[in-house]
């Protein structure tokens, strides 16, 4: 196999102050207490953030109440402006951006090239051309804003969970406080400054940066109106508790365990791409990661065998590093998760395969691992593992397929692979998932609406149907 | 023929006993007493007093129906329903004889035929294809949500506002109803139309008691509290709810005004949206 | 149809009447997703060092190609002469793979040519169309070889395949085979005619079974030539077909690739596809003709740390 020399991404385009503080009413102000942020690919100390406490949190909420008067009031078309300003200048800092992600989150520069930044500025747009036009959406002729969104995202895909909760927030006339994940805060920090940019009149946005207390805080505060929150089920859960009896509403997107079904009629090269995007994109820390592949035990061998080779041309390393397909867990603490399950899989039986790779000195990292032999009962069927490790599983007919994916407590996400055309729109009608990709997988669209069933979480993000979580 | 019989002695003709119908709850199709035996006198008459094992039993009812219900093409449950008004109307006396004034069974009526023509337009009102950047074929549309706990309004108008657009839209209810009778007349109504058993069990009895057995229910999939009318309990279910991470449709703020147009959202709020990709390329 | 035993065993057709069930048969190519994945690997990025091997390996994975009409005795021997050394200036700049010519050029570059390792390559079956009796095919492919060409670019009836006639597109491959002797046969499945990928996939494993030792993409004679996702269903069709034959069978992209860049792309394709096994002039070949010139340029920068024109470099 030829080398690819070593061909990393400039870093001196990202500017990091050596601390950064709590973006609040339009300005950076200081933080009582910092917590550091590193590269989980090196270990280094990135910078500090502000570690936002209940007083922190109260200016912010405070700030957006003063700031909704306003911003709710203003012409739909006038905000619609702003958030075109703000697609605008994130496609035009783009590089900066996705290298700035890639060295707070571990992700590929490659993915954040490609896939993070591109969706984020999307996802502007999209929202943007809705501002002016919500009589229109189908949520009466009157539709209105409900007030303060407190807004809680995951360290996956920092940026792109921001665009998710801020854009449609905003182009409903809402105002935002966000509190971006205590291991990724930075391209959050960075949005703030892209709002300054636009001119976005102070304390539509703000940004809190913090840990699971500062965001508890900020989704139990009487003067946040709605919740949104993207992370783990058992969080979800603990913010569906809390806001009983408040008034506020909420949308959750938490976590899944999706099957991804191969039958064997599937075009087979492209099942093999589809179960190593399904499973091995962005680390596999994805909440609707195609993290249960099951195959029809028919082709299961061939399939495998396939699967085997194309991991070992995975390659993991440098998330900076342009050829890099798989880059480094996000913190210590995940690793410290998969891990556990991984060995918890191999105690129940499970037979673990990973391809030679070679993990760097310093960082976290987990090679690309698959269990075969592994059934419903295994731990690793049904946990949430949120990293690159897939389970593998077989089945004989379509309907012990769908009995199959459907054994979970989660919702989120599925796959099926076939050339089928009428197996495929009756298997899809039978999964019990919010996102169901054919013959393909982890694709997203700004337009194409997204989340789950059960207690993969409520609401759907994206699209006309992620309008009603921001309109009264 | 014997020689000695007696004249009969002519007398008025008494007055008809008339038989009482005996209200017993309503599940997977049929009208059992409650396993606990009990029951409450409420208006004079023994109604059944549902207990937390009537509920379980109801939600199996109810799981094992939904599949079927949601696989019943749009047309079809929309036909079911419409027959439901139908015989609503035949049996407007019986409501009356209840009490239910005669506006309200006209209003309960249209309520129910406006839902029945909803089952074959929700999907298309609310679902569609969304216009990807990709070659791609991206639909989404609503599926129904699966099994509806539900605290009922005691109006004859209130009961039919939420349980018609839990089920036009292909889920299936396990209803708590504080107004047997008006709730099992209904139940009649609905055994009689062609509403398959199990789609709809009406359990009369307490919510404070019943209710929060479904909340914590793992096999149910919503709650409505429409019908709850104590603050304390309905933020104790929407907490248990919590659990499973159910979908929870809260009580009105202010109270219910059924009279009102109730939009799209008792339906939307028991419908999840499923969106499917699929590549589009010869 | 002749199959080994052993072959037969491992599910390949024993018999021409097998051969639509078994084509039919084989695995369907998505098209969004095999041309998701070939831009995926076009996205590769390979610099420095790894790009001056790469460089060098394309250079001698070319078969430097002319096949014009006006062709003449001294643009074919200008062009032999390229082929031998490509970049005067640098005797260390490796030679192509081959000459690709016409059968009636064949004897010009042959005297070029001789015992210098440069392959000699001719179409023959009536390039490009194939719409002629298979006797004008095969005494076109006995010319060629008794000419001296050592390899042959047969094209495959297109008309016959589309119609589902794969058995006459199978014994016309055969005898065409039969009638190269020790020539190596690349038999072009001209796939921008093909028009699916599925297409694309059924002529490659036809061709491997009737006996191709190349299958190549295109005569550059029609609007679609080689695409990164084409090559990619074949080069999939070549490891297939060896994992189940035991016999490898090399590719040949042809026409349209016409720069450095691309023709990395091609070896990311193959390096992370079928692997090292293929990255080598005996399986891989680029059929082109202004590509080579732009390599050279590549490599001339590389090699001095500015940019090259062309008018460094020779035209043939």
Known sequence: MFDYAPAPESRSIVDLAPSYGLFIDGAFGEGKDTFKTINPATEEVLTEVALAGPADVDRAVAAANRAYRKWSALPGAERAKYLFRIARIIQERARELAVLETLDNGKPIKESRDVDLPLVAAHFFYYAGWADKLQYAGFGPDPRPIGVAGQVIPWNFPLLMLAWKIAPALATGNTVVLKPAETTPLSALFFADVCRQADLPPGVVNIVTGAGETGRYLVEHPDVHKVAFTGSTEVGRQIARSVAGTGKTVTLELGGKAANIVFDDAPIDQAVEGIVNGIFFNQGHVCCAGSRLLVQESIAEELLSSLKRRMATLRVGDPLDKNTDVGAINSAAQLARITELSVIGAAEGAERWSPACELPDRGFWFAPTIFTGVTQAHRIAREEIFGPVLSVLTFRTPAEAIEKANNTPYGLSAGIWSDKGSRILAVADQLRAGVVWANTFNKFDPTSPFGGYKESGYGREGGRHGLEAYLA | MPKHHKTPVVVADPPRLAVRKTYKLFIGGKFPRSESGRTSLLDGDNVALASRKDGRDAVVAARAAQPKWAGVTAYNRGQVLYRVAEMIEARRAEFTALGVEPAEVDAAIDRWVWYAGWSDKIAQVVGGVNPVAGPFFNISAPEPTGVVGVVAPPSLLGLVSVLAPAIVTGNTVVLIASKAQVAITLAEVLATSDVPGGVVNILTGRAAEIAPWLASHDDVNALDLTGVDDAGLAIELERSAAGTLKRVLRRPVGGADFAADPGLRPMTALLETKTVWHPKGF | ?316
């Open chain 3, 1 to 316: 149809m002749t199959v080994t035993a052993s072959s037969s065993l491992s599910g390949l057709p024993d018999s021409t009447a097998h051969l639509r069930t078994f084509l039919h048969g084989l695995p369907g190519v998505d098209k969004v997703g095999v041309e998701a994945r070939a831009a995926a690997l076009g996205t590769r990025s390979v610099k420095t060092t790894a790009k001056a091997r790469a460089i060098d390996l394309a250079i001698r994975m070319v078969d430097l190609t002319t096949l014009e009409g006006a062709d003449t005795p001294g643009k074919v021997r200008a062009l032999s002469a390229k082929a031998l050394r490509p970049d005067p200036a640098d005797p260390s700049c490796p030679s192509v793979a081959a000459i690709c010519v016409y059968p009636a050029m064949v004897p010009v570059a042959a005297s070029v040519l001789a015992g210098s390792g440069v392959h000699l390559a001719s179409v023959a079956t009536a390039f490009p169309s194939g719409q002629a009796p298979l006797e004008v095919k095969i005494a076109d492919t006995q010319d060629a070889v008794a000419g001296g060409a050592d390899e042959i670019d047969m094209v495959i009836s297109r008309g016959a395949f589309l119609s589902g006639d794969y058995t006459h597109v199978f014994n016309e491959i055969v005898e065409i085979k039969h009638a190269c002797g020790p020539a190596h046969l690349k038999v072009i499945l001209e796939t921008g005619e093909l028009g699916t990928y599925d297409n694309v996939r059924r002529a490659s494993w036809l061709a491997m079974l009737a006996g191709a030792d190349f299958i190549k993409t295109s005569t550059g004679k029609v609007p679609v030539a080689a695409t990164l996702p084409v090559t990619l269903v074949m080069l999939e069709a070549v490891r297939d077909f060896r994992a189940v034959s035991g016999r490898q069978v090399g590719v040949k992209p042809a026409g349209g690739i016409r720069t450095t860049k691309d023709a990395i792309k091609y070896l990311v394709l193959i390096n992370e596809t079928v692997g090292d096994d293929w990255l080598d002039p005996d399986w891989f070949r680029f059929g082109a003709s202004s590509l080579l010139n732009d390599l050279l340029m590549q490599r001339t920068k590389l090699a001095t740390g500015h940019y090259a024109g062309p008018d460094y470099f020779t035209l043939d």
